[in-house]
């Protein structure tokens, strides 16, 4: 018996009688016989210690971050996440209830959501975000769905800077199949703001930005919405990483109309890609072609403030197929952990770790252009990532660097083929001094 | 329940006040880029202790499965195993980059690979994708997948979905949002897909079928070899809704039945914690004729080890990177704990509690079609004769320590109230739970004031959604 079968023989039995039936079998009788009770080829039941014995033999196949100086960013995080956050996110409250349909038995959840959405908007100066999306990625892709939507169906092409993360381009492209809408801007990989602002006319549903783009850089965003306001288009920022919000100008501030982000930085671990968090902000004017849920404030019949879920006409369960997004479960515990983690850090905290990605990053960048092999080619200002030009490949490098205890940065050329030895270097507060001295040591011994 | 309602964290802020520590800046500073900066940053400032009162206090408004029985229907609110978070938070799986060389992550890349193999093997498919965030977000792999099957097939013609009137939301939303147009099919009285109508839809035109089997009234559907075999006739492939799936571990597998593609939901039906509205995750299972086309990339083995690859005519990546890798690793650890027979165990037991509580119920909230059900029921939750409606059953459920079960749904039931116990629970709370049920009934004839007052022991009460919605307020202003 498993121990997550309560039913005891007895009150099988007893069950069965009730119901009038004489076996369990018969329940199953509307299932085509010939179908009926298959043998599953899978390897028998274990015991508690037996699985999590396997999973540590799996684990130490891996070489975890938590014993390599990490510099690989790319859209995926190293952060240090506060033993509080966890402790408060595992409770088996918030763990185990789902999705607030009942307000009065879901206030935590309901209240807490809220909360993030509030300091979302004060992070991106937003007026208005969600409760969030399946990641960065997706999110970014319903932005362009939503853009579409905004412009009443009539406006079919949306601009896309090359330099959005490439990841994020291939899913907008899936969720977008040819046909349905245009996507441009990224065919020429050097394509810059002045190209794609060229591109912006009355056709034109959106133009997406991400800032710092996908190379580190910081973008020099001076008239850009006022360009794709006056072709009557939204502007679109993906802000990543998430934390350079915590030094930089907010996109709300320079005229973003919708803002997405990964918030798998604030608090939730890197968990080799999932679950993370797809932040999702727009303005009030908006609001009701915005996908995904949203939690607002009201009063109950005794007038007290409570919370719930609202302006639920634009979502699957009520306008089905006219809905603005097919999106129902989404990431609920991860935009709890990371509004634990915006309010456990607060206004001190997220401005301070920012700080230290900034410095340590221009350090390392200082320290690796130093090195008579070695370029950095990022060109303006960066966050806290950054190309440096290697000697050889990036990946015969990123090899010698583990031997040496260090998993390196991005190879650029995966995607942008004529970023031939470049590699993306991302800095961290989990990056200290000594780390990042070693990591240029290491480089320079290699080149 | 906590019955006393706790004030924003705004409100507790103070200026000055901190719970973070940091290490030292340790390098240089270095000049900050000039006008790119922000001038403010309103976030909250609290110290650790007020940080963990506050979440401590809101966790405890909230019902949960750890607290009370959940019998929400379609969501399949079965016990979360704590070793699941054990495993999840190993650190060797945790705390891995996506984009490490693969020869450091095969750990990682191995555990996907069993995973995929597990689900292949319970629902009878070819080949599985990971990489779907939830239930909707497989549901629109699977439709962008059965594009992508026609399109390859030079088969342009098809452009509408038949999609039964029981079916969820999602169904509908997705389809849309993959081009295509909705056709609703009626269901017969006996709550199956109405076979004529069908028929009389099924044309070159038919993208496919979306079935949902069990359906949402919990009902098996009798004649699925007919219907799959009227689609897979004309051309069409049928859309396997798996929501559905904790009825079927063991007792049949989707892809024997003729579903040409399924979403699975790991977070219902293996057990993984609903987090107060997700990460789920929502693998996709194919026939071996559409495999090439799966979203990616996906695990694979070869002599060198394991692997990620992209199929080779895939609709693409779904989300960033692979999925929700740390739901994987809890419903991985459930499927090893469980093994062959314990899968087979747990259907078996969702379906005989459904079907007693269903016993204990029906004689006051009547079922909507009377038959043998599966993993869940659905009554009518109003009280003939009387004012109350399902919203005051639930709501007074809730006073009598119960989650209440999903209402008014599925659409084509008035007064819906679906219940769906999972095997998780034990005869016991069955019982209690039908005791309750037999109260309400009794007050809505001689105290019916006291179910429309529901809930009492919360700490808000009916709440005003029009409001919440003509005037939203979203964020805290200050």
Redesign the interface.
């Known amino acids: 018996?498993?121990?997550?079968?309560?039913?005891t023989e007895n009150?099988?039995r007893?069950?069965?009688e009730?119901?009038?039936?004489s076996s369990?079998e018969e329940?199953?009788?509307?299932?085509?016989e010939q179908?009926?009770?298959?043998?599953?080829?899978?390897?028998?039941?274990?015991?508690?210690m037996e699985?999590?014995n396997?999973?540590?033999?799996?684990?130490?196949?891996?070489?975890?971050?938590?014993c390599y100086a990490?510099f690989?960013g790319?859209?995926?995080y190293?952060h240090f996440v506060?033993s509080?956050v966890p402790?408060?996110?595992?409770?088996?409250?918030?763990?185990?209830?789902?999705?607030?349909?009942?307000?009065?038995?879901?206030?935590?959840?309901l209240?807490?959501?809220?909360?993030y959405?509030?300091?979302i908007?004060?992070?991106t100066g937003m007026?208005?975000?969600n409760?969030?999306h399946?990641?960065?990625?997706?999110s970014m892709a319903e932005a362009a769905?939503m853009s579409h939507n905004v412009g009443r169906g009539k406006r079919n092409k949306i601009i896309v800077s090359p330099r959005v993360?490439p990841?994020?381009r291939?899913?907008m492209?899936?969720?977008l199949?040819a046909?349905?809408l245009l996507i441009t801007g990224d065919e020429d990989l050097n394509a810059g703001l002045g190209d794609l602002k060229a591109m912006l006319d009355g056709e034109t549903a959106c133009l997406i930005v991400q800032n710092p783009d996908f190379f580190g850089q910081?973008l020099d965003v001076d008239g850009l919405a006022e360009a794709v306001h006056e072709v009557g288009a939204l502007l679109v920022v993906v802000a990543n990483p998430i934390h350079s919000?915590?030094?930089?100008?907010?996109p709300g501030?320079y005229g973003a109309d919708i803002v997405v982000a990964?918030g798998q930085p604030l608090g939730a671990?890197?968990?080799?890609?999932?679950?993370?968090l797809g932040v999702f902000a727009a303005t009030?004017k908006h609001?009701r072609k915005m996908p995904g849920?949203?939690?607002?404030?009201?009063?109950?019949?005794?007038g007290?403030?409570?919370?719930?879920l609202?302006?639920?006409?634009r979502?699957?369960?009520?306008?089905?197929?006219?809905?603005t997004?097919?999106?129902?479960?989404?990431?609920?515990?991860?935009?709890?952990i990371a509004g634990?983690y915006?309010?456990?850090?607060?206004?001190?905290?997220?401005?301070?770790?920012a700080?230290?990605c900034?410095?340590?990053a221009?350090?390392a960048a200082a320290g690796i252009d130093k090195l008579d092999r070695y370029q950095v080619i990022s060109s303006g200002?960066f966050f806290n990532e950054f190309v440096v030009q290697c000697p050889k490949p990036v990946?015969e490098i990123?090899?010698a660097l583990?031997e040496e205890g260090i998993?390196g940065g991005?190879d650029l050329q995966l995607d942008y083929p004529e970023a031939v030895n470049q590699m993306l270097v991302c800095v961290t507060?989990m990056n200290?001094?000594m780390q990042?001295d070693r990591l240029i040591q290491v480089l320079g011994q290699i080149g | 329940m906590r019955n006393q309602l706790e004030p924003l964290i705004f409100e507790i802020s103070s200026p000055g006040r901190e719970a973070f520590t940091l290490p030292e800046l340790g390098v240089p500073e270095v000049q900050l880029p000039e006008g790119y900066t922000r001038q403010q940053l309103n976030l909250p400032e609290v110290s650790e202790l007020d940080f963990v009162r506050h979440y401590t206090h809101l966790s405890q408004m909230n019902y949960s499965i750890d607290t009370v029985f959940y019998p929400l229907g379609s969501c399949t609110m079965k016990y979360n195993p704590k070793v699941n978070e054990k495993a999840a938070a190993i650190e060797g799986l945790s705390q891995v980059h996506p984009l490490q060389p693969e020869s450091t992550v095969q750990g990682s890349l191995q555990l996907m690979y069993e995973l995929q193999e597990a689900l292949k093997e319970i629902a009878g498919f070819a080949a599985v994708s990971l990489q779907p965030a939830a239930g909707a977000h497989g549901e629109f792999a699977g439709v962008l997948i059965m594009r992508a099957y026609h399109e390859s097939r030079g088969d342009s013609k098809r452009t509408k979905m038949l999609i039964p009137d029981s079916a969820h939301g999602t169904n509908p939303a997705s389809t849309a949002m993959s081009g295509y147009t909705v056709v609703e099919l009626p269901s017969d009285e006996r709550g199956n897909v109405d076979l004529e109508a069908l028929k009389q839809e099924c044309d070159d035109t038919v993208v496919g079928l979306m079935l949902t089997n069990p359906n949402t009234l919990g009902l098996f559907e009798e004649h699925v070899l007919e219907v799959c075999e009227t689609i897979h006739n004309c051309g069409g492939l049928i859309y396997g809704d798996g929501a559905n799936l904790n009825a079927l571990m063991g007792i049949t597998r989707p892809g024997d039945l003729g579903i040409d593609v399924l979403h699975f939901n790991l977070h219902k039906t293996f057990s993984t914690p609903h987090g107060g509205g997700g990460p789920g995750s929502g693998p996709v299972g194919v026939t071996e004729n559409l495999a090439p086309f799966l979203p990616g990339p996906i695990a694979a083995k070869d002599d060198d080890g394991y692997k990620l690859v992209l199929p080779e005519q895939s609709i693409g990546r779904m989300k960033a990177f692979y999925g929700n890798y740390g739901v994987f690793i809890r419903a991985y650890t459930y499927i090893r704990m469980m093994g062959p027979d314990g899968l087979r165990a747990a259907s078996e037991m969702a379906v005989l509690n459904a079907n007693y509580l269903k016993a204990r119920v029906a004689p006051h909230f009547p079922v909507a079609v009377e038959r043998t059900c599966m993993h869940e029921f659905v009554s009518h939750g109003d009280v003939p004769g009387t004012d109350i409606i399902t919203l005051d059953v639930a709501k007074r459920l809730i006073d009598l320590g119960f989650h209440p079960p999903t209402i008014y749904f599925p659409l084509i039931v008035h007064d819906a109230l679906m219940i769906e116990p999972t095997e998780t629970e034990s005869k016991e709370t069955l019982d209690a739970f039908a005791v309750a049920m037999t109260r309400i009934a009794e007050e809505a004839r001689t105290n019916p004031q006291v179910l429309h007052d529901a809930p009492h022991i919360t700490p808000v009460r009916r709440l005003d959604e029009a409001q919440a919605a003509r005037k939203p307020v979203l964020c805290y202003k200050g």
């Open positions: 018996m498993s121990p997550y079968l309560p039913q009150d099988r007893t069950m069965l009730t119901i009038g039936l369990v329940l199953f009788e509307d299932v085509p179908h009926r009770f298959p043998t599953l080829n899978l390897p028998g039941a274990v015991s508690e699985i999590l396997e999973l540590y033999g799996m684990a130490l196949k891996n070489s975890s971050t938590g990490t690989l790319a859209g995926a190293n506060p509080a402790a408060m996110a595992s409770r088996g409250e918030f763990l185990t209830a789902y999705t607030p349909y009942q307000p009065e038995v879901s206030q935590g959840t209240q807490a959501a809220f909360e959405q509030s300091m908007a004060e992070l007026e208005v975000v409760a969030s399946y990641d960065g990625a997706t769905i993360d990841q994020y291939q899913v492209r899936t969720y199949p046909g349905q910081l919000l915590g030094l930089l100008k907010p501030e990964e671990g890197l968990n080799f890609g999932g679950p993370y009030m609001v849920r949203l939690v607002g404030e009201t009063v109950d019949v005794d007290a403030r409570g919370f719930v609202t302006l639920a006409p979502e699957q369960h009520i306008r089905r197929e006219k809905a997004s097919n999106i129902c479960t989404n990431q609920g515990l991860i935009a709890l634990m915006l309010a456990y850090m607060g206004k001190g905290g997220m401005q301070n770790v700080e230290i900034y410095h340590r221009h350090y200002h990946d990123n090899q583990l998993l991005y507060e200290d001094r990042i």
